[in-house]
């Protein structure tokens, strides 16, 4: 027997597009679209329950298998090394970061993490979707360093940049 079930559509073979991989301002919108991306991306039930990680407990603002959403300061201003990010990836192959401010000197430390996120996630071909205060071109403040050595978050931008035109090698379809 064949069941045909829902429209014309399959939601899984669609891409998202820049405007989803990096949203700005912070707004009841963009929240709205990120709890959509949530429920379109999860492969099972979502929970809001802390997530364990390395024998941790991150607060997160949901997880499923497939997905995992966090705010920006659950993740960045948390004392996270590059390993922890390298096992999230490991084990969501989209990464929500919402309310990500601009970056200037007073978070100094939150970009650095920031900044290996995004290259944990870049290395790896995964889906980082990004929900900010401002447009990317703004996201780092001039002068921004990290432990008073300047960090290249020219590459950071550029590699953002790199994810959201080429969704087709960022993502699971």
């Not at 069941?3 to 899984?12: H, K, N, S, V």
């Not at 990010?85 to 490991?90: C, F, G, K, N």
């Not at 790896?124 to 205060?133: D, F, G, N, V």
Request: aromatic share 10%; glycine share 6%; hydrophobic share 45%.
């Amino acid at each position: 027997d064949t069941l045909q079930i829902g429209g014309e559509i399959d939601f899984r073979q669609q891409k998202l597009g820049a405007q989803d991989l990096y949203q700005y301002p912070c707004d009841a919108h963009s929240r709205e679209r990120l709890g959509g991306l949530v429920e379109w991306l999860s492969e099972g039930a979502i929970s809001e329950a802390p997530l364990a990680l390395a024998g941790r407990e991150l607060v997160c603002q949901q997880h499923a298998a497939g997905v995992v959403w966090f705010r920006f300061t659950e993740l960045c201003e948390a004392p996270l090394a590059y390993g922890d990010y390298l096992q999230l990836v490991r084990r969501y192959p989209n990464i929500i970061v919402s309310e990500v401010p601009r970056l200037a000197a007073s978070h100094e430390d939150a970009a650095r993490r920031f900044a290996w996120l995004v290259e944990v996630v870049y290395d790896a071909k995964q889906r980082l979707i990004i929900s900010a205060e401002v447009a990317l071109d703004e996201l780092f403040a001039t002068g921004l360093s990290s432990r008073g050595v300047a960090a290249d978050f020219d590459k950071i931008r550029s590699r953002l940049e790199a994810m959201k035109s080429t969704e087709t090698l960022f993502s699971l379809g």
